[in-house]
């Protein structure tokens, strides 16, 4: 079995910073990759970044140059690092991990979500 569980959502005024992590546990042979995703109220969840087990990243284009995402493989966590946060980057945000396990299981894992709210 394998949990990932984000934290570090909240409410923050509109050009402040929010920092989310992202932790993934249990039976973890290998993590390839790890990623933010977002889902605003009545829009589709939505790609924010992402970081291979090669070190490349990927950012929305509304992300770049505002959130950085960075990786530690030893505690098999992803953080996203929120800066200049405007009120359209209200939404849940949640990670993503692509994980073989140890019975040699390639599987997408998602965490429960967690809250970011920018009031402007």
């Known amino acids: 079995q394998v949990q990932v569980v984000e934290s570090g959502g909240g409410l923050v005024q509109a050009g402040g910073s929010l920092r989310l992590s992202c932790a993934a546990s249990?039976?973890?042979?290998?993590?390839?990759?790890m990623g933010w995703y977002r889902q605003a109220p009545g829009k589709q969840r939505e790609l924010v970044a992402s970081?291979?087990?090669?070190?490349?990243?990927n950012y929305a284009d509304s992300a770049k140059g505002r959130f950085t995402i960075s990786r530690d493989n030893a505690k098999n966590a992803v953080y996203l690092d929120m800066n200049n946060l405007k009120a359209e980057d209200t939404a849940v945000y949640y990670c993503d991990a692509d994980i073989y396990t140890t019975t040699a299981a390639w599987n997408e894992y998602w965490g429960q979500g967690t809250q970011g709210t920018v009031s402007s």
């Open positions: 249990g039976s973890i042979f290998r993590i390839v990759a």
């Open positions: 970081h291979n087990a090669g070190g490349a990243t």
